[in-house]
C-alpha cells in the first residue's frame, strides 16, 4: 500500500501507534498522550521526534491552560500531510473527494457513466482521479466504495448493479492512474468513516443501518468492523419484520426489503394511487394528511423501527446511526419508528442512542477515502487493520 516516499513507510510499530493516537483523539497533550498508550515521558520523546521531523506531527496552534499553569502544547497531526480521493461507483454515476488525512472534503466531483464495461468504468474513474488530483500534495492513495461484494480491498466479486463478477477493480484502478487503490462495500466503507471520523470515534460499538433502494447495514464492535464471508450480500434487507406483509423480488414476505426500499414504497403508492408518484411525493403527501400514502408511510415506519429494535436487541451497541438516501421516511414518521423500537424492546432496556445522518453522495465518497487512509496507516499494525 505504500510507496517509498510515504512518510509512514520508515514508521515502526510503536511510532505508528502514536501517530494513529493523536489521529483519531488529538489534539493531545503529551502527558495525555503517554497515559493512553502506556509510555513513559522518555519514550514518548523518542517516538515523537521522529514523527515532528518528518512532519506527521506538529505542535497544535491553540495551546491548552491547566490548572493556571505553564500552557501545554499539545500535539495532533498534520492533516494536510497527505491527500486521499474517495470514490463513491453507483450504476450510472461516479462520485469523487478530495480529503486530508482526516477525511475533511476539501473538493468534489462527479462523472457520468454510460457504458457499464468494466474498461469503460475505469476510464471514468481515472477521469474523475485527474479532476480532483491536487497538484501541490499528490494523492497518496484511492479509496472506492461499491454496492456489493467485495474481495481483499480490490477484487469485485459481485456488483449486482454494474453486472459485474470477478472484476479486479483495485488493479486496474492502480495501473489506469499510477495511485495505490483500495475497494471496498460502501457501506463498509461508510462505517469506517464513522468510527475514525465521525459519529462514532467516541464509542467502541455502535451500528449503521442505511435505508433507499436496498437496505444494508453494520456493525463495529469492541472497535473493529465486523465482517464475514457473505459481507456485501444485503442479507439484512431480507431480515422478516412482517408475515402479512408484501413480498420482496426474492419472495421473501414482509421483509425490511420489501417494505422499506425506495422503490418497495413507490410501487406501494403508486398501485393504490392509481398513478405513478416518486418516492418524495410520497412522503409529501403523507405530511398532508393523505390517508393512502399515510398508511405506506406508517407501515414502512414500524417495519424501521421493528428493524432498529432487533439490531439494538441482538447486537446491543452503544449507538446506532441511520442513513441513506430514503433516510427522510425516518424523518417525517420518526414519532412512529420510535414507537416501534419501543414496542419491540423490554420496558427496562436502556435508551437508544440513535443519530440522523442526511444522506448526500459525498457521504459515501468520504467513507471510501477513510478506507484508503486506514489501509495508508495501518499496513504495520496488523492487531487494529480491519
Excluded at 3 to 22: F, G, I, N, Q, Y
Aim: aromatic share 4%.
Amino acid at each position: 500500500m505504500l510507496d517509498a516516499a510515504s512518510p509512514w513507510a520508515p514508521l515502526l510499530p510503536s511510532a505508528r501507534r502514536v501517530t494513529l493516537e493523536v489521529l483519531l483523539h488529538g489534539p493531545l497533550a503529551r502527558s495525555e498522550l503517554a497515559d493512553r498508550l502506556g509510555l513513559s515521558t522518555a519514550s514518548l520523546t523518542r517516538l515523537t521526534k521522529p514523527l515532528m521531523d518528518a512532519g506527521l506531527l506538529r505542535e497544535a496552534d491553540t495551546p491548552s491552560l491547566r490548572g493556571g499553569g505553564r500552557p501545554l502544547q499539545p500535539l495532533d497531526v498534520d492533516p494536510d500531510v497527505q491527500r486521499f480521493i474517495g470514490i463513491k461507483l453507483a450504476g450510472f454515476r461516479a462520485y469523487g473527494v478530495l480529503t486530508n488525512l482526516r477525511a475533511d472534503i476539501l473538493g468534489s466531483a462527479a462523472v457520468e457513466i454510460t457504458d457499464q464495461s468494466p474498461d469503460a468504468v475505469v476510464a471514468r474513474i481515472a477521469e474523475l482521479v485527474a479532476e480532483l488530483d491536487d497538484r501541490a500534495r499528490p494523492v497518496a492513495a484511492i479509496g472506492i466504495g461499491i454496492g456489493g461484494v467485495v474481495r481483499d480491498f480490490s477484487r469485485v466479486q459481485r456488483a449486482v448493479f454494474l453486472h459485474w463478477g470477478e472484476i479486479d477493480l483495485g488493479a486496474a484502478v492502480t495501473a489506469a492512474t499510477d495511485r495505490p487503490t483500495v475497494v471496498s462495500n460502501d457501506v463498509d466503507a461508510l462505517l469506517e468513516a464513522e468510527h475514525w471520523f465521525g459519529d462514532g470515534r467516541d464509542v467502541e460499538s455502535f451500528a449503521v443501518l442505511t435505508i433507499g433502494a436496498g437496505v444494508g447495514g453494520g456493525l463495529v464492535v469492541h472497535d473493529r468492523l465486523v465482517s464475514g464471508p457473505d459481507s456485501g450480500l444485503g442479507l439484512l434487507g431480507h431480515f422478516p419484520v412482517d408475515p402479512l406483509g408484501p413480498a420482496c423480488p426474492e419472495g421473501h414476505r414482509g421483509c425490511v426489503k420489501a417494505l422499506l426500499t425506495t422503490d418497495a414504497i413507490q410501487s406501494q403508492a403508486a398501485l393504490t394511487l392509481d398513478r405513478p408518484v416518486t418516492y418524495d411525493e410520497v412522503l409529501d403527501l403523507a405530511e398532508a394528511g393523505n390517508a393512502v400514502a399515510d398508511q405506506i408511510v406508517g407501515r414502512a415506519a414500524h417495519a424501521f423501527g421493528t428493524l432498529i429494535a432487533a439490531v439494538a436487541n441482538i447486537a446491543q451497541p452503544e449507538r446506532i446511526i441511520l442513513t441513506g438516501e430514503g433516510i427522510r421516511l425516518a424523518q417525517v414518521a420518526e414519532a412512529r419508528v420510535r414507537a416501534a423500537i419501543a414496542q419491540s424492546r423490554h420496558a427496562e432496556a436502556s435508551p437508544i442512542d440513535l443519530r440522523f445522518i442526511n444522506d448526500d453522495p459525498t457521504l459515501w465518497a468520504r467513507g471510501a477515502a477513510a478506507v484508503a487512509i486506514q489501509r495508508t496507516v495501518l499496513v504495520a499494525l496488523p492487531s487494529r487493520a480491519n
